[in-house]
């Protein structure tokens, strides 16, 4: 009876009803519906966590086997002679590297390993504190948060209230 009903709360809620229109329809209290939705929340975020999981795991296995094509393909390949024994194709570190490159860089976003940096910032925090915090920064990543600074004093120092928090990902640029 639950399980149906919840269903029901299911299609009805996916289907763009609000909460007030699947009590009418159902004949059921707000609370049971609340109730029900936060279940169904849950219980779709518990498999979405799975989903990703085997996502992830199956993308980290295809990385894996193209890096493994890449090092016996790209990294030293068989050099080829043309008819007159002129040499056609030899080993290309240049595509190996660019390969591997993307490959790497794949994997570290999979793995959250290019998470953005946050960083809270207050008025009277100066430029040296920001700098000796930032030891596994990039140089990029240093002057995004010095520029973020300047800015937020600027609008403190005009009575503006400003966001204090910088979030700065990998891919960011000033």
Same mark, same amino acid.
């Given at each position: 009876m639950i399980a149906s009903r919840q269903r029901t709360v299911s299609e009805y809620y996916l289907a763009g009803l609000t909460i007030v229109m699947i009590a009418?329809?159902?004949? $059921?209290?707000?609370?049971?519906?609340?109730?029900?939705?936060?279940?169904?929340?849950?219980?779709?975020?518990?498999?979405n966590i799975r989903l990703r999981e085997r996502y992830v795991k199956r993308e980290l296995a295809r990385?894996?086997?193209?890096?493994?094509?890449?090092?016996?393909?790209l990294a030293e390949p068989e050099e080829i002679f043309n008819a007159t024994g002129d040499l056609v194709s030899g080993p290309n570190p240049v595509k190996f590297?660019?390969?591997?490159?993307?490959?790497?860089? &794949?994997?570290?976003?999979? $793995? =959250?390993?290019?998470?953005?940096?946050?960083?809270? $910032?207050?008025?009277?925090q100066g430029s040296e504190d920001i700098v000796a915090r930032s030891a596994t920064m990039s140089d990029l990543e240093i002057k995004m948060?010095?520029?973020?600074? $300047?800015?937020? &004093?600027?609008?403190?120092?005009? =009575?503006?209230?400003?966001?204090?928090?910088?979030?700065?990902?990998?891919?960011?640029?000033?």
């Open positions: 009418e329809r159902l004949s $059921l209290s707000l609370a049971t519906i609340s109730k029900d939705l936060k279940t169904l929340k849950q219980l779709w975020a518990s498999e990385l894996s086997n193209l890096e493994q094509y890449a090092i016996e393909h590297i660019q390969a591997m490159l993307k490959i790497i860089k &794949r994997r570290s976003m999979l $793995l =959250g390993l290019d998470a953005p940096i946050r960083l809270e $910032l207050d008025a009277t948060v010095l520029k973020r600074s $300047l800015t937020i &004093r600027a609008q403190l120092s005009k =009575g503006t209230k400003s966001k204090n928090v910088i979030d700065i990902s990998p891919s960011q640029s000033i």
